[in-house]
């Protein structure tokens, strides 16, 4: 059992690749998605090796010896000693999802679904005071938040082409808050992201959502150009997946004691608490997760949220 707690808010700066391998389908190179509700996700394997790789290439990090005790040992790097690492990572699940919106430019949506796993997550998590609830099922309207730039002076919401009745609701007034002072990054340059937070968050129905999170993502035409006839080599043109920025995921870090006998831990990694002080150097910063480094796919601020403590 996990001894320490937080939730590892991501917020995408850029469009957001975490790859599935190839495909049979339109889309030659689609993106990570869980089996039964088809939401992107980012799997935990991958959000643990980039987490990792930040740390190893952190100078003040990478030879102090706690990076093998907190992830585990390196087996192609020469590492013959078999222990689990003392960090635990869930899957980066979704949590908003922008939408664009003939209203406001755009509407950071979720679901009841989206938001009922988020707050079991919090608790799962130890995170305390969560003050709203979710929101009651109203069928096909879209709740949100009163004097919001997505609705008209109808009532209606319109994403992407689609016409939604809109209602206002005190629940979804308290989430926004919440998501706006706690999830989304704190410097002041999303100063503008945190307001719109507070006031375009929308609650679509969970089919609805399923939909948009399933075909409303980014498609990009990928080439190679031959140099000598300056046109597409033959196979080079391939459609990838991506998720599109704005997008806000969040993940559980679990930190334990290091497994390994009690005098083989650097002086200074002998508890979880340890090991959460060195993952909480994450937070605030930019972290490039999934694939297309060199395009500039994938980067993203990351902030936490403190959970539990189990002395």
Not at 15 to 44: F, M, N, W
Not at 54 to 64: P, S
Not at 205 to 231: C, G
């Amino acid at each position: 059992m996990f001894k320490e707690a937080k939730v590892m808010f991501i917020y995408t700066e850029t469009s957001l690749h975490c790859g599935s391998g190839t495909s049979l389908g339109v889309i030659d190179l689609p993106i990570q998605r869980e089996k039964y509700t088809d939401y992107p996700v980012c799997q935990a394997s991958g959000i643990k090796g980039v987490i990792r790789e930040w740390f190893e290439t952190d100078d003040a990090d990478k030879n102090d010896g706690r990076i093998k005790y907190v992830f585990g040992p390196d087996f192609g790097r020469g590492d013959s000693e078999a222990f689990a690492g003392a960090a635990t990572f869930t899957d980066a699940r979704l949590l908003l999802f922008p939408v664009r919106s003939l209203n406001g430019v755009f509407a950071y949506t979720t679901s009841r679904f989206a938001l009922s796993r988020l707050k079991r997550d919090l608790e799962m998590a130890g995170v305390k005071n969560i003050k709203w609830n979710i929101p009651p099922d109203t069928g096909d309207n879209v709740l949100g938040v009163s004097g919001s730039k997505i609705s008209d002076k109808n009532n209606k919401v319109v994403l992407e082409e689609y016409t939604f009745n809109f209602r206002s609701d005190n629940n979804v007034e308290a989430i926004s808050e919440w998501i706006a002072d706690n999830a989304i990054p704190k410097g002041n340059e999303y100063n503008f992201w945190r307001e719109k937070a507070k006031t375009d968050i929308v609650v679509l129905p969970d089919n609805a959502f399923r939909d948009f999170v399933k075909l409303s993502t980014e498609v990009q035409a990928r080439i190679r150009i031959n140099n000598e006839t300056k046109t597409v080599d033959k196979g080079a043109l391939f459609y990838e997946e991506a998720l599109p920025s704005d997008s806000l995921l969040y993940s559980v870090l679990m930190a334990h004691d290091p497994a390994c006998d009690t005098d083989k831990r650097p002086p200074n990694l002998k508890t979880h608490a340890d090991v959460m002080t060195l993952l909480s150097k994450l937070n605030g910063k930019h972290i490039q997760f999934g694939g297309d480094a060199t395009i500039g796919k994938g980067i993203a601020n990351v902030n936490f949220l403190n959970g539990v403590k189990n002395d």
